[in-house]
Nanobody, 120 residues
Framework: QVQLAVSGGGLVQPGGSLRLSCAAS????????MGWYCQAPGKQRELVAT???????NYADSVKERFTIFRDNARSTVYLQMNSLKSEDTAVYYC??????????????WGQGTLVTVSS
């Protein structure tokens, strides 16, 4: 069974920075796409950024030039560096990964959410 452990949320002032991390554990053969999603109060969960195994990234327009997604394959970990944070970035952030288990079964899992609050 593959599990994700998320860390790094918290309270930050507008203009500040935070880094989220999400580490996978379990019997994993390979991880394809890693991604971050967010859900603000009263809204649906939406894409923030994804990164493929080949390093191709995709960002929501609202976070381009401010957020950076990167991964450490040796540690099965994905990061989200968030700079120039705005109040509208306030949300619960979730990570997501898909890939193959050691038994070559497909998996797609979500990590627990971590709250990011941007407020003065």
């Amino acid at each position: 069974q593959v599990q994700l452990a998320v860390s790094g949320g918290g309270l930050v002032q507008p203009g500040g920075s935070l880094r989220l991390s999400c580490a996978a554990s379990g019997s994993i053969f390979s991880i394809n796409t890693m991604g971050w999603y967010c859900q603000a109060p009263g809204k649906q969960r939406e894409l923030v950024a994804t990164i493929t195994s080949g390093g191709i990234t995709n960002y929501a327009d609202s976070v381009k030039e401010r957020f950076t997604i990167f991964r450490d394959n040796a540690r099965s970990t994905v990061y989200l560096q968030m700079n120039s944070l705005k109040s509208e970035d306030t949300a619960v952030y979730y990570c997501n990964m898909d890939g193959l288990t050691a038994r070559f079964a497909n998996f797609r899992v979500w990590g627990q959410g971590t709250l990011v609050t941007v407020s003065s």
